[in-house]
């Protein structure tokens, strides 16, 4: 059974970068066909996608965010992470780190709450 | 950009069948997810490649495309269904949420 779990700080000022790792668990994060995402949620609000990335390195990312966004995967760790720079208030949210196969998010971790606060 | 709308709210009585829509331009065109999400838990997928259920997943789920419009059907809706609903589907290699329909059954 895959297992996902974000760790990383709760609690971010503003204009600083928000940095989060997920760790996989249960399955090598450098099996073939698998992508590895980033998903958040706005208190009280729908899903937002964020990026995804494989463990080759190749990276897609969502045009609203990308200029703020990186996501990044360390093979040897078995993680990937998220940064998420210059954030404001308006990045307060829950982040998922998922698993993406064939067209669909299959595995979920259990979520984060980040505030941006000073 | 790629939009995929839900109504925000469906409900229904014990028993009987729920369906919530999912419409984006040209949807049936690609493949629709659904997922399930509780209040303080993380979404679970519920029907995939339009109409596939992943191991778990009750048979009173269910789910179409075809034109504009994904359905999700709940059959035999019970009360552990009520939750918030998300569709989803990839715009080429971009992945897009509709903004969710909340079922409430009553």
């Known amino acids: 059974q895959v297992r996902l779990q974000e760790s990383g700080p709760g609690l971010v000022k503003p204009s600083q970068t928000l940095s989060l790792t997920c760790t996989v668990s249960?399955?090598?994060?450098?099996?073939?066909?698998?992508?590895w995402s980033w998903i958040r949620q706005h208190p009280g609000k729908g899903l937002e996608w964020i990026a995804y990335?494989?463990?080759?390195?190749?990276?897609y990312y969502n045009p609203s965010l990308k200029s703020r966004v990186t996501i990044s995967v360390d093979t040897s760790k078995n993680q990937f992470s998220l940064k998420l720079s210059s954030v404001t208030a308006a990045d307060t949210a829950v982040y998922y780190c998922?698993?993406?196969?064939?067209?669909?998010?299959?595995?979920w971790g259990q979520g984060t709450l980040v505030t941006v606060s000073s | 950009s790629y939009e995929l709308t839900q109504p925000p709210s469906v409900s229904v009585s014990p028993g009987q069948t729920a369906s919530i829509t999912c419409s984006g331009d040209?949807?049936?065109?690609?493949?629709a997810c659904w997922y399930q999400q509780k209040p303080g838990q993380s979404p679970v997928l519920v029907i995939y490649?339009?109409?596939k259920r992943p191991s778990g997943i009750p048979e009173r789920f269910s789910g179409s495309n075809s034109g504009n419009t994904a359905t999700l059907t709940i059959s035999g809706t019970q009360a552990m269904d009520e939750a918030d609903y998300y569709c989803?589907?990839?715009?080429?290699?971009?992945?897009?949420f509709g903004g969710g329909t909340k079922l409430t059954v009553l």
């Open positions: 998922a698993r993406v196969w064939g067209q669909r998010i299959d595995y």
């Open positions: 249960g399955g090598s994060i450098s099996s073939a066909g698998y992508y």
């Open positions: 990335i494989y463990y080759s390195g190749s990276t």
């Open positions: 040209k949807l049936g065109d690609k493949f």
């Open positions: 490649q339009d109409n």
């Open positions: 989803q589907a990839w715009d080429s290699s971009i992945v897009v």
